[in-house]
C-alpha cells in the first residue's frame, strides 16, 4: 500500500517483502521495533505516505494480520484530498480506507465555486470537530458529541453543536439534536438539521428562516426549503406563518435545459383568517378567505427557426395580492395576465399565433377584459423589386379581440369581434446622398370587422370592411457635420457635432365608414380619414471618440443628444389621434399644432444615463408634460432617479410622481446598503418608503429591512391606511438565505447570498 524510501533509524531493517513496508514510505527519522510477527511499531517523528493519504504521529503501530490495519497515538493528523484530520488517537483500516478518531477536528473545503463573499473574501473552508468521527467509506463521516462551523478561527462567531452528525463530503450534513450558538450564545434547537456543503453552490437544503413584524401580519416567520433536483433544474417550497392574518405557502421551479430553453414558475396560497384592526377610534375587519397567486414565464426553442413562450401573472384577489405584497411591482398589479405564443422566422417570412387574455381591475370588484385569443400573424419582410431602390413588404393579421366590462362577475358591456387585417406597403428610396435620406411609402389596408357599431355607437353584429391608402415621406438632411481634434482632454481624441433636420408628411383620404369601426384598445383602429400632417424638427448629436492608453483606436460613444420636434396638423382633427405625444390624450378639442417636444439625452459613460422630455402646448396652456430619469452607477453601487409632471390645462392640478432608488455596494460586496422612494406628489404622498442594510463578516452577517406602504384609499378592502413591516435575517457562511414569495429583502439580494 505505502513503500518504505529510508532506512530505519534503529532496529532491526525490514525486509522489503514485508505486507506493510513493501508497499509504505517514511519521509522523516523515527525508530522501528518488531514487535511480534505481525506488529510493527514505529516511534518519533512518524510520517506514512500512502497514495491518497499520509499519516503523521508520535507512535504508529502496524498490524499485518488478520488484514492490513495500524492504530497511531500521540499528536496524529491524516488528510487525503478531501481534508485534513487531527486527533489523539486513530484506528484505522488500511485495506477498506475506514477508521475511527478520537478527539478529532477537521477542515474541510468547500471547493472554489462557492462565493466567497459569504466567508468575507476568505478560503471557503468548514471546521468540524467531536469527541469521535469515523470515516465510514471514501465519502461519508460520522461526527459523535461535537459540532461544525464555517468560521475558522480561534473563537468562532457561530457554530452547530450535535450529538451525531453524518457527513457526505461535497454534498451534505445531516446533524440530530442540534443547537446553534452565535458568540457562544445559544441562540436557536433543532431536532435535525439538514446543511449543504456541496462544492458547486447549490445543494439539497434548509434555508435560514427570516423573522419579521408588521401591523397588518403581526409577527412573521418565514422558512424555506431548497432542492437541488439536477444541474439544470430546482424547486424551492415556502412556508409564512403570520400571528394576526393566518399563514401562506408556495413553490417556485427553475430550469435551465439549454440556452434557448428556460423558465421559472411560481405559486403561492394565503390561508387568511378573520381579525380586526383598530385605527382613529373605529374597527376594521379583514374576512377570512383563501386565495392563490401563480406567476411564471417560460421559453423554448423548437428546432432552429421556432420559440414558443408562455407567461401567466394571475392572482384570486387583486386586494390580497396589495396587502401582503413588498415587493412595488407586484402590489401595484392590477392586472390578471394569461400568454402563450410561438413564433417562427423563415428567411424574409416571420409568423406568429399568440393567446393573450388580461384583465385590467379599476375597482375592488370592476374589470376591464382584453387581449387577443387568438392572434394569428404573417409578415414579409422588406423586399427590393427589380433591382429598382424600391421595396415590398405586408403584414397579415387574424385575431380574435375581446373586449369586455365586468361589474361583480357579470358582463355589462362587450365590444369583442374577429378581425382580419392585410396591410401591403411599397416604400422607395429616393436619395443616395450621405448627406440626405429621402424615403416615401404607400400602404393599402383593408380590415375586416365581424361587428361595428351604428349611427349611435351601439355595437351591432354587423361586418364591416375598412378600406384606406396611406401616403408618408420622411426625409433626414441635409446633416451638417464639424469634427475637430481635442489632444488636451484625457477622455477623447477627438469630437463630432451633427446637426440633422427631419421632416415628415403623412397623408390618409377619405374613409367613409371611419365613424362605425368599434374602439378597442388597437390604436390601428382609430384612423381619420381626410387628413393631413406635417412633422419637423431637427436634432443635435454630438460624439467623441474616447482616448486609450496603448495608442489603438478608441470606441466612439455618442454622449448628448438634443431634440426638437413639432407636428402641424392640416386638417386640425388628425390632432386627437397623434400616438407621437403624450399631451394627445389631454386635448377635448382639435389644435392645428401640436406640442413642441423637447428631447434630451445624456450618456457620457455607460456608469451614467440620463432622459428628458418636455411637451410645451403653445396655445396657451403652458408646460404639458415633464419626464426625466437618469441612472448613475459607480462601482457596484447605483442610484436611480425618476421624475413625471402632467397637466392638463392651466385650471388643473398637476399630477406629479417620484421615484428613487438607491443601492450602495461596499467593502468588496461584504456591506450592503438600499434604500427606495415613491411619490405621489400630486395626490396620495408618499405611496413607498424603504431602507435595508446586510453586512458580512468573515463567515456570519445580519442582513436587516424596513418598509413603510400606503394602500390604496380609493378602494374597499383595506382593514388599515398603511403598513409597516420590519424584516431581519441571519446568513450563515455556506448556508443560503431567500427572499420569500412576498418579496422580502428583494433589493439586498445578490452575489454572496
Not at 387568438?374 to 415590398?392: E, H, I, K, M, S
Not at 477622455?491 to 371611419?514: C, D, Q
Not at 397637466?647 to 450602495?664: D, G, H, I, Q, V
Amino acid at each position: 500500500m505505502c513503500a518504505l524510501a529510508q532506512a530505519p533509524a534503529a532496529g532491526t531493517t525490514p525486509g522489503a517483502d514485508d505486507p506493510f513496508l513493501g508497499t509504505c514510505t517514511r519521509t522523516t527519522q523515527w525508530q522501528f521495533e518488531q514487535v511480534a510477527a505481525s506488529h510493527l511499531r514505529l516511534t518519533g517523528q512518524v510520517q506514512v505516505e500512502c497514495p491518497a493519504m499520509s499519516f503523521f504521529a508520535d507512535v504508529i503501530d502496524i498490524f499485518t494480520e488478520p488484514e492490513l490495519r495500524l492504530v497511531a497515538s500521540g499528536n496524529v493528523v491524516f488528510s487525503n484530498p478531501e481534508g485534513r484530520l487531527a486527533a489523539e488517537r486513530v484506528e484505522f483500516n488500511v485495506a477498506e480506507g475506514t477508521g475511527t478518531f478520537h478527539q478529532a477536528s477537521g477542515i474541510l473545503s468547500l471547493g472554489n465555486e462557492v462565493d466567497r463573499v459569504q466567508f468575507g473574501n476568505q478560503d471557503p473552508d468548514v471546521y468540524f470537530y467531536g469527541d469521535m468521527i469515523e470515516k465510514l467509506d471514501g465519502r461519508r463521516y460520522r461526527l459523535t458529541r461535537g459540532g461544525f462551523t464555517t468560521c475558522v478561527q480561534p473563537t468562532p462567531r457561530w457554530e452547530v453543536t450535535s450529538g451525531s452528525v453524518l457527513i457526505v463530503l461535497d454534498n451534505y450534513a445531516i446533524a440530530r439534536n442540534t443547537l446553534l450558538r452565535v458568540k457562544g450564545v445559544p441562540l436557536m434547537y433543532l431536532p435535525v438539521l439538514y446543511y449543504p456543503i456541496k462544492s458547486d453552490d447549490r445543494a439539497t437544503g434548509f434555508l435560514l428562516p427570516t423573522y419579521g413584524s408588521s401591523t397588518l401580519r403581526g409577527q412573521t416567520l418565514s422558512n424555506a426549503f431548497f432542492w437541488a433536483i439536477g444541474n439544470s433544474q430546482d424547486a424551492t417550497f415556502f412556508h409564512d406563518w403570520f400571528t394576526n392574518v393566518g399563514q401562506g405557502a408556495g413553490a417556485e421551479y427553475r430550469y435551465v435545459a439549454s440556452q434557448g430553453a428556460y423558465g421559472n414558475f411560481r405559486f403561492y396560497r394565503i390561508a387568511q383568517r378573520q381579525a380586526e384592526f383598530r385605527s382613529g377610534g373605529r374597527v376594521a375587519r379583514l374576512p377570512a378567505q383563501s386565495s392563490y397567486q401563480v406567476n411564471g414565464t417560460g421559453n423554448q426553442s423548437i428546432g432552429t427557426a421556432i420559440r414558443l413562450h408562455q407567461r401567466i401573472d394571475y392572482t384570486t384577489s387583486i386586494v390580497t395580492q396589495q396587502l401582503y405584497q413588498q415587493s412595488l411591482y407586484q402590489a401595484s398589479n392590477a392586472t390578471r395576465t394569461i400568454e402563450a405564443g410561438l413564433m417562427g422566422t423563415w428567411a424574409a417570412l416571420t409568423t406568429s399565433a399568440l393567446f393573450q387574455r388580461t384583465e385590467t381591475f379599476t375597482g375592488e370588484t370592476t374589470s376591464q377584459l382584453y387581449g387577443s385569443t387568438p392572434r394569428v400573424t404573417a409578415a414579409l419582410a422588406p423586399q427590393r423589386v427589380f433591382g429598382l431602390p424600391l421595396y415590398a413588404s405586408v403584414n397579415n393579421e387574424f385575431s380574435h379581440l375581446p373586449f369586455r366590462q365586468i361589474t361583480n362577475g357579470r358582463v355589462t358591456s362587450d365590444k369583442s369581434l374577429a378581425r382580419l387585417d392585410v396591410f401591403p406597403t411599397a416604400r422607395a428610396a429616393l436619395s443616395r446622398l450621405t448627406f440626405l435620406t429621402f424615403n416615401t411609402s404607400a400602404s393599402y389596408r383593408t380590415t375586416y370587422y365581424t361587428r361595428s357599431a351604428d349611427a349611435r355607437g351601439r355595437v351591432v353584429s354587423e361586418p364591416l370592411v375598412r378600406q384606406y391608402l396611406s401616403l408618408r415621406s420622411d426625409v433626414i438632411g441635409p446633416v451638417f457635420a464639424k469634427i475637430w481634434d481635442t489632444p488636451e482632454s484625457r477622455y477623447s481624441e477627438r469630437m463630432k457635432h451633427l446637426i440633422e433636420p427631419t421632416f415628415a408628411l403623412e397623408y390618409v383620404p377619405g374613409i367613409n365608414n371611419a365613424a362605425h369601426v368599434l374602439t378597442l384598445v388597437d390604436s390601428s383602429d382609430v384612423i381619420l380619414g381626410d387628413t393631413t400632417r406635417f412633422t419637423y424638427g431637427i436634432n443635435n448629436r454630438f460624439l467623441y471618440r474616447a482616448r486609450t492608453s496603448d495608442g489603438s483606436s478608441g470606441s466612439t460613444v455618442q454622449f448628448l443628444t438634443v431634440g426638437v420636434q413639432q407636428t402641424y396638423y392640416v386638417t386640425p382633427r388628425s390632432s386627437l389621434n397623434d400616438t407621437q405625444y403624450v399631451s394627445t390624450g389631454f386635448r377635448a378639442k382639435s389644435v392645428d399644432l401640436s406640442d413642441l417636444a423637447v428631447t434630451v439625452k445624456v450618456t457620457p459613460s455607460p456608469a451614467l444615463d440620463s432622459t428628458t422630455r418636455l411637451e410645451y402646448d403653445v396655445h396657451g396652456q403652458g408646460l404639458h408634460v415633464v419626464t426625466t430619469g437618469g441612472t448613475a452607477q459607480v462601482r457596484g453601487s447605483s442610484t436611480t432617479v425618476s421624475y413625471s409632471r402632467q397637466r392638463r390645462n392651466r385650471r388643473a392640478r398637476p399630477e406629479s410622481s417620484l421615484s428613487w432608488s438607491n443601492s450602495l455596494n461596499l467593502l468588496q460586496g461584504r456591506a450592503r446598503g438600499m434604500y427606495g422612494l415613491t411619490w405621489d406628489i400630486g395626490r396620495a404622498g408618499v405611496l413607498n418608503q424603504n431602507v435595508g442594510f446586510s453586512y458580512l463578516a468573515q463567515c456570519c452577517g445580519i442582513m436587516a429591512e424596513f418598509q413603510k406602504f400606503k394602500f390604496p384609499q380609493s378602494v374597499a378592502g383595506f382593514p388599515i391606511p398603511s403598513d409597516r413591516r420590519f424584516n431581519v435575517s441571519f446568513v450563515l457562511a455556506g448556508l443560503g438565505t431567500f427572499s420569500n414569495f412576498l418579496g422580502a429583502f428583494g433589493g439586498l439580494m445578490g452575489p454572496g447570498y
